[in-house]
C-alpha cells in the first residue's frame, strides 16, 4: 500500500487558481509515478471533502486546462489530470450560491474566506462548477458521487441536487446520496451515517474499477491480466492530526488518516483524498 498526501495551498497563502494547480500537478504526478509501486495510473480518482471537494470538481472537469497545468512536471510534460472518477463529501459545488448562503446566513469569516480565496472576485464565477455547466462549456464529466449531509449549514443540500441535475443532463454519471439528520462535517463521528458514508464510497470505487476493468479485458485481455492484481495508494488529507504531511514525507513515512483507512481493504488502485480546509 502506497500513502500519498496532496499538499495544497490555502487561501491565506495564495487565492485561485494556485490550489488547483497544486492538485492538478499532484494528479499528473502520481500517475506518472504509479507504476513503480505497481499501480495503473487509469484506475485514479480524486476524493475531496468541502473545499477540497470544489478543486476535485475543478481537476476532473478541466484536466487539460493550461492555467491548472501551470507547474510543469518535466518528466512526463505530456501527462494531464484525467481522472477515473471523482468522489466527494459536501463540495462547495457553486460557490457563488454558496456564497450567498453565507451572506443570508450572517456568517462573517466564512465570507471574509471566500473573498480572500476568490480574489479576483470574478473568479468566483469563472472557476464554478455549476457556472461552468450552465455556460455549457466544453468540460470532461468522470462518474460522480456526492454525500451531502441534510442538515449542513455550510452547502445546503438543495445546492447539491441542482448540481447533480445540471452534471447528468451535460451527459455525465452523478450519484447524490443524502445522509439524513446530518451536518456538514458528520464524518468525523463513528455511527451509523457514518458506517454508510463509507460503504457508500467503497461500492461507487468498486463500480468504476470493475467498469474500467471491463472495458479493458474487452479491448485487450492479454494487457489487462496483470493490472486486475489490484494495489491501493491514497493521497491522504494535508494534515495529520496536528501535523501537515508533505507529499514526500507520507510516502517515505507510509502514514494514513485513520478516516480513510477503511479504503485499503477495498479494491481501490489509486485514490486522491482532499482535505476539507474549513473554507
Known amino acids: ?3 500519498v498526501a496532496i499538499d495544497t495551498s490555502l487561501s491565506h497563502e495564495a487565492p485561485f487558481p494556485a490550489s488547483v494547480q497544486d492538485v492538478h500537478y499532484g494528479v499528473r504526478w502520481l500517475k506518472h509515478r504509479a507504476p513503480e509501486w505497481k499501480g495503473d495510473p487509469s484506475t485514479l480518482g480524486i476524493l475531496g471533502s468541502s473545499s477540497g471537494g470544489h478543486v476535485a470538481e475543478l481537476v476532473a472537469m478541466r484536466p487539460r486546462d493550461a492555467r491548472y497545468g501551470a507547474l510543469p512536471l518535466a518528466e512526463a510534460p505530456a501527462l494531464d489530470a484525467t481522472v477515473n472518477y471523482v468522489a466527494t463529501r459536501s463540495p462547495i459545488s457553486d460557490c457563488h450560491a454558496r456564497y450567498e448562503h453565507m451572506v443570508k446566513t450572517d456568517r462573517p469569516e466564512m465570507i471574509r474566506k471566500t473573498k480572500l480565496y476568490f480574489d479576483p472576485w470574478e473568479s468566483i464565477f469563472e472557476s464554478n462548477p455549476a457556472k461552468i455547466l450552465e455556460r455549457g462549456e466544453k468540460v470532461v464529466l468522470p462518474p460522480l458521487l456526492i454525500m451531502q449531509g441534510e442538515l449542513d449549514s455550510n452547502v445546503p443540500w438543495q445546492i447539491q441536487e441542482k448540481f447533480a441535475q445540471a452534471w447528468r443532463a451535460a451527459g455525465g ?3 447524490l446520496e ?6 456538514h462535517m458528520w464524518i468525523q463521528e463513528p455511527g451509523p451515517q457514518t458506517d454508510r458514508a463509507h460503504e457508500v464510497l467503497k461500492a461507487f470505487i468498486a463500480r468504476q474499477l470493475h467498469l474500467l ?3 479493458q479485458t474487452e479491448a485487450s485481455p492479454r494487457e489487462t491480466n496483470a493490472a486486475c ?5 491514497l493521497i491522504l488529507p494535508r494534515q495529520f492530526g496536528q501535523e501537515r504531511v508533505g507529499l514526500a514525507g507520507a510516502i517515505e513515512e507510509g502514514r494514513c488518516n485513520p478516516a480513510l483507512e477503511f479504503l485499503i481493504d477495498q479494491h481501490a488502485d489509486i485514490a486522491i483524498g482532499i482535505e476539507d480546509t474549513g473554507e
Do not use: A, L, P
Request: proline content about 0%; aromatic content about 16%; some cysteine.
Open 1 to 3: 500500500v502506497s500513502v
Open 173 to 175: 454519471e452523478c450519484e
Open 178 to 183: 443524502i445522509f439524513e439528520g446530518c451536518e
Open 213 to 215: 476493468f471491463q472495458f
Open 229 to 233: 492484481g489490484i494495489d491501493i495508494t
